[in-house]
């Protein structure tokens, strides 16, 4: 794996622990979620990164192994080009459902290049 990769892998790695933080001090609750415009943008912002380096590292290598990788560019496609359109619903439940499972696939492919 190159410097690259190993860059973006962790850029991903550091939003998904960006957006872990925004819950340390609160609960994790879509409510509270949905009503909080400024946790809401900080939310999507680090999920457009997500997106953005996936795209990076699936180009540069078609062969790394990230579950739903198409489905993570597709988000930040929507969440740059469909603003006006982005469900709280919908990244709700990529926070609670999907992030952990990215997080542990990154973690793997990070420690594979040290």
């Given at each position: 794996?190159?410097?690259?990769?190993?860059k973006?892998?962790f850029?991903?790695?550091?939003?998904?622990?960006?957006i872990?933080?925004?819950?340390?001090d609160?609960?994790?609750?879509?409510?509270?979620?949905?009503d909080?415009?400024?946790?809401?943008?900080?939310?999507e912002r680090?999920?457009?990164?997500?997106?953005?380096?996936?795209?990076?590292i699936?180009?540069?290598?078609p062969?790394?192994?990230?579950?739903s990788?198409?489905?993570?560019?597709?988000?930040?496609?929507h969440?740059?080009?469909?603003?006006?359109?982005v469900?709280?619903?919908?990244?709700?439940?990529?926070?609670?459902?999907?992030?952990?499972?990215?997080?542990?696939?990154?973690?793997l492919?990070?420690?594979?290049?040290?």
């Amino acid at each position: 794996m190159n410097e690259k990769l190993h860059k973006w892998l962790f850029d991903v790695k550091l939003a998904i622990e960006e957006i872990e933080s925004f819950f340390k001090d609160r609960s994790k609750n879509y409510t509270d979620y949905k009503d909080n415009v400024l946790l809401k943008r900080a939310v999507e912002r680090n999920l457009g990164i997500i997106g953005e380096a996936i795209t990076r590292i699936i180009k540069s290598n078609p062969d790394i192994a990230i579950t739903s990788s198409k489905s993570i560019i597709g988000l930040r496609n929507h969440l740059i080009h469909a603003y006006d359109n982005v469900s709280d619903e919908y990244i709700w439940g990529i926070i609670v459902k999907h992030l952990p499972v990215l997080k542990q696939e990154v973690e793997l492919l990070i420690q594979e290049f040290e």
